[in-house]
């Protein structure tokens, strides 16, 4: 049960408009379910219903019409209460309950006060009701409505248990601010996908992420086509800004501004800045983690930024408050990500970077969470530019999108462990479309790869065969001949073991990074770990590099005799990062 809060100055403009045929048409059977005194003109159910819309304007407008100017200039309080998609059909009874609490809960007409504000339910269609109040009582003060959305949506949540009704997250404050009717209206006017709001909050998004300064953020802004307008102190210090689309006006042809602040809560000027001042990590100029000089850019900065995702993932999978500022970070390398991504995954990582921004959000602060290196890692992507959804930049696309499912996963039992339902479920959210573009991203690399497997010679894919049956027993890895599912990882033990690698070293460390329980396919992830660690082409068609001196890794006692759990060396950062610690056993 969803409800919808605002304020406006037309009693019966509003009145009008719910009792009329709606934008298209879809208003059915006006009528009135409830009242302040059950005795209210209901213009759905009179003969003459001009008549009685205006009887029913003067009656609700009683009030504010006896305290004159001293009434407020917003004195039409309307809140929109819809049951969710599924729910069961409410009768008019029920939906006059329902009526009833929210205003009591909400303080328009507290139960048992003679002196509550004038209001009426109407219901225009079967999925939900329209309450009109006017903001001033019968003893001719005006109401305490303070943080009335929070105590609608607190009895919201209470009537959906005792109603029997799909129960809806219960959120926390920090959510942005939804896109009114009435911008959801211009949207559909003028045939835009979404509302200018979420254009906006989207483009800002995607200019903070990785910005350097605050003069490359209001930049990048400008670079991304939107108007802005910084607001400046006598000082001339900024204050804030103010960001527009173009073409985008009001009835009086003036551009339509939108403050940060009203975009999202972290989107205002003072919240940016301090994400801004903490910078990003310094570069190392040369890394084995970044790869071969003669790979792409894009796809030299995918790399880099799996293996500091995978650290991300680490710090969350504890049980520390400081990992919230983890979640910021991840959320500007899905939006960097996102604004670079090849044709055939934008979509989707774009819908997963939307998803997710509900995530980077809650009441828990981190202070003094070092998040540079994830900034560093979103910075060098945008730098780097967009990539290609083929060769060496399509496989470090995978490669990084794999891991960060598992990021997206981890985000979500960690909100899940602080009661945070709306951030957990958006951390969901946000990996099923990052297992749809791993699905595109990793289409091509793996069927390469299956190839090459299925390609090798019996004894030794017998081998490795044999390695995978001893490292992971307990995750059902098929490894009794079906080529299935294991052709693709044996390849790559294969390949790891021809550029110099120890491959049963090289598997234990891969494992031990981190658990594997959320991994869709454990191959698939497996895969990418290593050729990571290898530093073996993303793509398989390209040669694979011999290892610089001192990144081979070591056969160990531990590594031949305890399996899965056997100490091996942590993968070393590419970007420094003082919170960076080995991986959980």
């Not at 790869?291 to 504890?318: F, K, Q, Y």
């Not at 294969?494 to 869709?520: N, S, W, Y």
Request: proline share 6%; aromatic share 4%; glycine share 8%.
């Amino acid at each position: 049960m969803v409800p919808d809060i605002g304020r406006g100055s037309r009693t019966h403009g509003l009145l009008a408009y719910l009792y009329g045929p709606g934008k298209r048409e879809e208003h059915t059977d006006a009528h009135l379910v409830g009242s302040w005194d059950g005795f209210a003109p209901d213009p759905g159910r009179d003969p003459d219903p001009h008549v009685t819309l205006a009887r029913l304007t003067a009656a609700l407008d009683l009030r504010v019409n006896q305290v004159g100017d001293r009434a407020p200039a917003k004195h039409v309080w309307h809140c929109s209460v819809r049951t969710a998609p599924g729910d069961r059909w409410l009768s008019d009874e029920e939906w006059n309950a329902v009526a009833q609490r929210i205003v009591h809960a909400t303080g328009i007409a507290p139960e048992g006060d003679p002196d509550g504000c004038r209001w009426i339910a109407v219901r225009h269609a079967e999925d939900h009701i329209h309450i009109v109040a006017t903001l001033v009582r019968g003893d001719l003060r005006n109401p305490r409505l303070n943080y009335d959305f929070n105590k609608a949506q607190a009895v919201c949540r209470r009537m959906e248990e005792e109603m029997g009704l799909r129960r809806l997250n219960a959120g926390d404050g920090t959510a942005a601010k939804n896109p009114t009717s009435a911008e959801k209206f211009k949207a559909e006017r003028t045939g835009r996908p979404e509302t200018s709001r979420e254009t906006l909050r989207e483009a800002v998004r995607q200019a903070v992420a990785g910005a350097d300064d605050e003069k490359e953020f209001f930049t990048r802004l400008r670079e991304a086509g939107l108007r802005v307008k910084v607001r400046h102190a006598p000082s001339g210090d900024a204050l804030g800004y103010n960001v527009a689309l173009p073409g985008d006006r009001n009835r009086h042809g003036e551009p339509v501004w939108y403050p940060g602040s009203k975009l999202a809560p972290d989107l205002s000027l003072p919240k940016i800045r301090l994400r801004l001042a903490d910078g990003t990590a310094e570069r190392a100029t040369s890394s084995a983690a970044d790869g071969r000089a003669d790979w792409s850019p894009p796809a030299r900065e995918r790399r880099s930024a799996t293996g500091i995702a995978e650290r991300a993932a680490v710090l969350l999978d504890g049980d520390d408050d400081e990992a919230a500022a983890q979640l910021v970070g991840v959320g500007e390398l899905l939006d960097a990500l996102a604004q670079t991504s090849p044709v055939a995954t934008r979509a989707e990582l774009a819908a997963a970077a939307r998803a997710f921004e509900r995530a980077t959000r809650s009441h828990i602060r981190a202070e003094g969470a070092d998040i540079r290196a994830l900034r560093s890692a979103a910075r060098g992507i945008v730098q780097a530019g967009g990539a290609l959804g083929r060769g060496e930049d399509g496989g470090t696309t995978a490669m990084l999108v794999s891991t960060l499912v598992l990021v997206t996963l981890a985000a979500a039992r960690w909100h899940s462990a602080r009661g945070h339902a709306q951030q957990a479920h958006a951390s969901r959210q946000a990996a099923e479309h990052l297992r749809t573009a791993y699905r595109q991203a990793a289409a091509t690399p793996m069927r390469v790869l299956h190839d090459q497997g299925r390609a090798l010679p019996e004894a030794q894919r017998r081998t490795h065969e044999a390695t995978l049956r001893a490292a992971l027993p307990e995750q059902g890895v098929r490894a009794d001949g079906t080529p299935t599912e294991t052709d693709a990882l044996v390849a790559t033990l294969v390949q790891a073991e021809q550029a110099g690698h120890d491959p049963e070293a090289l598997l234990q460390q891969a494992i031990d990074m981190r658990e594997l329980d959320t991994a869709d396919d454990v191959n698939d992830v497996l895969v990418w770990r290593l050729r990571r660690l290898a530093q073996l082409p993303a793509y398989p068609g390209e040669a694979p590099r011999r290892p610089q001196a001192g990144t081979r890794p070591t056969r160990t006692s531990a590594n031949r005799t305890s399996g899965r759990n056997a100490p091996t060396a942590a993968p070393r950062p590419t970007v420094s990062d003082p919170r960076s610690r080995p991986p959980r056993r």
